[in-house]
């Protein structure tokens, strides 16, 4: 091998390394973490760090087991259901909300766009601090309802340890569980405060974008005209022991094409509920006859509970018809 020769095989050889220690580097980084083998939600979590909605704590680390900061819970939110700032002032940064938010840091401008997307949280919020796995839950729910209107079939789920929660609490997290997006513990538990970790929040996060983008209808102005005018009654029946079918009904549709589905579901103090209905629109091309029509729903109540069924858009100063 003459001079010339040995150069260029070595300077192949050199970019040859060069190439090779980059595609380690990057698979480490971007697609793997060293420490979620065996973990159930490896797949997942790697998913989402890929698509940049989660990272580690260090290249390649993601330590799973540990709590979630209020800055990275905002941050997992925002990122996983593509959250959008609302266009305006620039003068409105993030430390106009909160009191211990620096407009500065890394999780500022999550947090101002979860304000602005009307996720409630309290201006004296501390990001640093671990979130509970209800408060985690709560902020996830609302972020969903932000992205458009979605149908829930509820039965009333009977969680052990929610006698604390807020009714608030209670209701988004009677939401996720009939979506199927949180699963209770043995005994119908939730561990409402406990820290939520990072690979519970990582995989509440990937099922919940993967509802919104498969399942929610964006609010974009579509919903069935005049639908604020639409009044609904409910009957209650026993459907087993312990557990009443709510039939939710309608009686002036436009024309049997028009629907209902319930939306969710309020639970009150006193065993009060509040259904809330939406009308759908007929499918798109085909005919029907114009004759006022009926459109019923159905859902389940704990028995012992009385029921109001109130239109999703219908006006705050409108009251729906209850039973007993």
Not at 225 to 230: A, E, N, R, T, V
Request: hydrophobic share 40%.
């Amino acid at each position: 091998m003459n001079k010339q020769t040995f150069q260029m095989s070595a300077k192949k050889m050199t970019i040859a390394c060069g190439i090779l220690a980059a595609s380690v580097s990057f698979g480490a980084s971007a697609f793997a973490f060293s420490d979620l083998k065996g973990d159930p939600a490896e797949s997942k979590i790697n998913a989402l760090h890929h698509k940049g909605v989660v990272n580690g704590v260090t290249t390649d680390r993601f330590a799973p087991k540990s709590k979630v900061t209020f800055a990275q819970g905002i941050q997992f939110i925002v990122n996983g259901l593509q959250l959008s700032p609302q266009t305006g002032s620039s003068t409105v940064t993030a430390s106009t909300y909160f009191d211990k938010v620096k407009d500065k840091a890394w999780y500022a401008s999550a947090f101002l766009i979860a304000k602005q997307n009307g996720l409630t949280l309290d201006p004296t919020v501390d990001p640093n601090a671990a979130m509970t796995r209800i408060q985690f839950a709560h902020l996830l729910t609302q972020a969903l309802q932000s992205k458009g209107n979605f149908p829930v079939t509820m039965m009333y789920a009977d969680i052990s340890d929610g006698g604390k929660l807020s009714n608030a609490e209670m209701n988004s997290l009677q939401i996720l569980v009939n979506t199927h997006l949180v699963t209770l513990d043995k005994n119908n538990t939730f561990r409402p405060n406990d820290a939520v970790t990072r690979s519970e929040a990582a995989v509440w996060i990937y099922d919940a974008a993967e509802f919104a983008r498969t399942v929610i209808a964006p609010d974009d102005g579509t919903a069935a005209p005049s639908q604020m005018m639409y009044e609904g009654s409910v009957t209650l029946e026993k459907a087993g022991d312990g557990v009443n079918k709510a039939t939710i009904t309608v009686s002036d549709l436009p024309n049997p094409g028009y629907g209902l589905t319930i939306n969710r579901i309020e639970f009150g103090k006193d065993k009060t509920a509040v259904i809330y209905f939406s009308i759908t629109k007929p499918a798109p091309g085909r005919m029907y006859p114009m004759v006022i029509s009926k459109g019923t729903a159905v859902t389940y109540l704990p028995e012992g509970y009385t029921a109001t069924a109130q239109s999703l858009t219908a006006s705050p100063f409108s009251s729906g018809s209850s039973v007993r």
